[in-house]
Antibody, heavy 117, light 111 residues
Framework: EVQMVESGGGLVQPGGSLRLSCAAS????????MNWVRQAPGKGLEWVSI???????YYAESVKGRFTISRDNSKNTVYLQMDLLRSDDTAVYYC???????????WGRGTRVTVSS | DVVMTQFPLSLPVTLGQPASISCRSS???????????LHWFHQRPGQSPRRLIY???KRDSGVPDRFSGSGSGTDFTLKISRVEAEDVGTYYC????????FGQGTKVEIK
């Protein structure tokens, strides 16, 4: 069964950093396109970042230069390093995966990030 | 970015009656590989989104056949043939032909 569990969220001050983790089971993260999608409180969904099968990475303009997606094949885990956090980064961050790029057939339960002083 | 516009944004429905949600793209979503990467998701309050339909009209495993998707180019529709109580929540379209973007969401509630 495909399963993803996010962790690492919490309260951080503006300008701070957090690293989110997405631990996968039931499949290999090297065999799926892995994504981070976020949802601000009471708002819609925003695609944040993608890591392709070959390791290429892509980002939304709103996070480019501040966020970094990576994966650890030995731990079957994908990460989102978030630096220079701003209040508008406050959201639930979901890990999502699919066999196709730019799609999300499988979702984790999300981890909440709050950026506030 | 490609802008996805959904309407209506709020949809009161009667149990057992049909419902329809539209999604319009600012660009043609037909990809050069022959596919159209338009997908539909359902999100209940406090839950993660769940994909219902992918590539316009293909139902995901376990999705009831009362859900159907159609459309092409820039105009797409999600239809529920007979609304059930479990269908309440917010529905989102997603285009994956370009950098992925979601519609604003359509909130479905029972009258």
């Amino acid at each position: 069964e495909v399963q993803m569990v996010e962790s690492g969220g919490g309260l951080v001050q503006p300008g701070g950093s957090l690293r989110l983790s997405c631990a996968a089971s039931g499949f290999l993260v090297t065999n799926m396109y892995m994504n981070w999608v976020r949802q601000a409180p009471g708002k819609g969904l925003e695609w944040v970042s993608i890591i392709y099968l070959g390791g290429d990475t892509y980002y939304a303009e709103s996070v480019k230069g501040r966020f970094t997606i990576s994966r650890d094949n030995s731990k079957n885990t994908v990460y989102l390093q978030m630096d220079l956090l701003r209040s508008d980064d406050t959201a639930v961050y979901y890990c999502a995966s699919d066999g196709d790029p730019n799609n999300a057939g499988y979702w984790g339960r999300g981890t909440r990030v709050t950026v506030s002083s | 970015d490609v802008v996805m516009t959904q309407f209506p944004l709020s949809l009161p429905v009667t149990l057992g009656q049909p419902a329809s949600i539209s999604c319009r793209s600012s660009r043609n979503l037909a990809h050069s590989d022959g596919n159209t990467y338009l997908h539909w998701f359902h999100q209940r309050p406090g839950q993660s989104p769940r994909r219902l339909i992918y590539k316009v009209s293909k139902r995901d495993s376990g999705v009831p056949d009362r859900f159907s998707g159609s459309g092409s180019g820039t105009d797409f529709t999600l239809k529920i043939s007979r609304v059930e109580a479990e269908d309440v929540g917010t529905y989102y379209c997603l285009q994956g032909t370009y950098w992925p973007t979601f519609g604003q969401g359509t909130k479905v509630e029972i009258k």
